[in-house]
């Protein structure tokens, strides 16, 4: 089983910039996708950005592509997200899942577990 903690949300104003972190523990990782979803107050939970196993594939929601990155560190069990250019919109509680199945890439939650409590980032305007 796989534990994973998100950190790195805060308060910052429109245009800045935030890196969240999301350490994984238990089970090794390194060869599952890991993703970040978010969920806005009276919203579902959507999708943000996913990364296979290895780092060589990644893919974003159409209104982050450009200004979010996603990446992830192996050796350290650990998945990122640099956010750049945030807006008021990207507010929203910000959680990491790890992939049920080894060697897929998917863009659904459903096929995402071990979620963490989240992180909370707010944009101001």
């Known amino acids: 089983q796989v534990h994973v903690v998100e950190s790195g949300g805060g308060l910052v104003q429109a245009g800045g910039s935030l890196r969240l972190s999301c350490a994984a523990s238990?089970?090794?990782?390194?060869?599952?996708?890991m993703g970040w979803f978010r969920q806005a107050p009276g919203k579902e939970r959507e999708f943000v950005a996913v990364?296979?196993?290895?780092?060589?594939?990644?893919s974003y929601a159409d209104d982050v592509k450009g200004r979010f990155t996603i990446s992830r560190d192996n050796a350290k069990s650990t998945l990122f997200l640099q956010m750049n250019t945030l807006r008021p919109e990207d507010t929203a509680v910000y959680y990491c899942?790890?992939?049920?199945?080894?060697?897929?890439?998917?863009?659904?939650?459903?096929?995402?577990?071990?979620w963490g409590q989240g992180t909370q980032v707010i944009v101001s305007s």
């Open positions: 238990g089970r090794t990782i390194s060869s599952y996708a």
């Open positions: 899942g790890v992939s049920k199945y080894a060697g897929s890439i998917s863009r659904s939650g459903d096929d995402f577990g071990s």
């Open positions: 990364i296979n196993w290895s780092g060589s594939r990644t």
